[in-house]
């Protein structure tokens, strides 16, 4: 079997309520979906995240992969994954390059999988657990009315809330809103987008202890794995790693400094299926746990 053919389609398809963020607002999501068509007529399909990448952008890299597509053994997915990360000139660019290709190695081991006629996870490996536990997104709202959704959410049986961070004085209220709604047992998770300086973030989350924010997620910049460090060393809350994360060599980087207690995965931006189960070996090996993005 060889891959015959490659074709893209932008799509973007509104959110029913805009979410907020550090960094402003979203009205929905634009993905870069992909076809890979085989001689034998099977087709693979992918998705490539665009979020603050331009959509034509992510576009023109996936089809200029299509020289180094054509001709090859979809189930290599390891050789074409090398091919495009060398020959293709991303070696330096990888965290365009992983959200932009993510969605070309899901579209090989969809070939993969339709092939063998397995589901892919038993091709990875196989399953160890029979159920996986996911958190309930709260969007950005008046204290009252997020602490209101997060009761209704620990209702419908979750037991984890995730927030994502705007300002220090909305988030403070929030929190409170939240634990003295849904009490002491759920897990609260906020995610900062490394927004925070380190001592901030430190005098922040002891401030906030009597409310318990279980996951502080990436706190402070990527790059400070000192800063991120002296974080984790310093609050009761775990710190979980995300955008420091998204590459192998940053992964290790990260279980080297003690700068986290949890690896974050997450295909869309770790180039593909294959590279999440590698990160999640690194954490292994550290004795950390991973949550999937």
């Given at each position: ?17 805009p ?23 099977i ?23 299509k020289?180094l ?39 090989l ?8 006629n397995?589901?892919v996870?038993?091709?990875l ?5 029979d159920?996986?536990?996911g ?5 950005h ?49 906020v ?22 924010i ?61 590279a ?18």
């Amino acid at each position: 079997m060889k891959i015959a053919d490659l074709k893209t389609t932008i799509l973007s398809v509104p959110f029913s309520k805009p979410t907020y963020w550090p960094y402003g607002r979203w009205e929905g999501m634009t993905v870069v979906v992909i076809e890979l068509e085989t001689d034998e007529g099977i087709t693979g399909l992918g998705e490539s995240v665009c979020l603050q990448n331009s959509a034509e952008a992510v576009n023109t890299l996936i089809t200029n992969t299509k020289p180094l597509l054509i001709g090859q053994d979809p189930f290599d997915t390891e050789r074409i994954g090398k091919r495009i990360e060398g020959l293709g000139g991303w070696t330096f660019g990888r965290h365009f390059a992983g959200f932009a290709l993510g969605g070309i190695d899901m579209a090989l081991w969809d070939i993969v999988g339709k092939a063998c006629n397995q589901p892919v996870y038993k091709l990875l490996g196989g399953k160890i657990r029979d159920k996986a536990e996911g958190f309930k997104y709260i969007h950005h709202d008046k204290p009252e009315v997020m602490a209101a959704d997060a009761h209704a959410a620990v209702g419908q049986g979750y037991r984890t809330i995730y927030c994502k961070y705007t300002t220090i004085e909305h988030l403070e209220k929030a929190i409170q809103a939240m634990r003295e709604t849904i009490g002491s047992e759920p897990k609260l998770w906020v995610d900062f987008n490394a927004t925070l300086s380190p001592g901030f973030a430190v005098t922040f989350l002891k401030k906030m202890e009597k409310f318990r924010i279980d996951i502080a997620e990436q706190p402070v910049l990527p790059s400070n794995l000192d800063g991120m460090a002296y974080v984790r060393n310093a609050v009761s809350s775990q710190i979980l790693a995300h955008e420091s994360s998204w590459t192998l060599s940053e992964t290790l980087n990260v279980i080297a400094r003690g700068a986290a207690d949890i690896i974050s995965v997450d295909p869309r931006m770790t180039w593909g299926l294959m590279a999440c189960k590698k990160t999640a070996a690194l954490a292994e090996a550290a004795g950390m746990p991973v949550l999937m993005h």
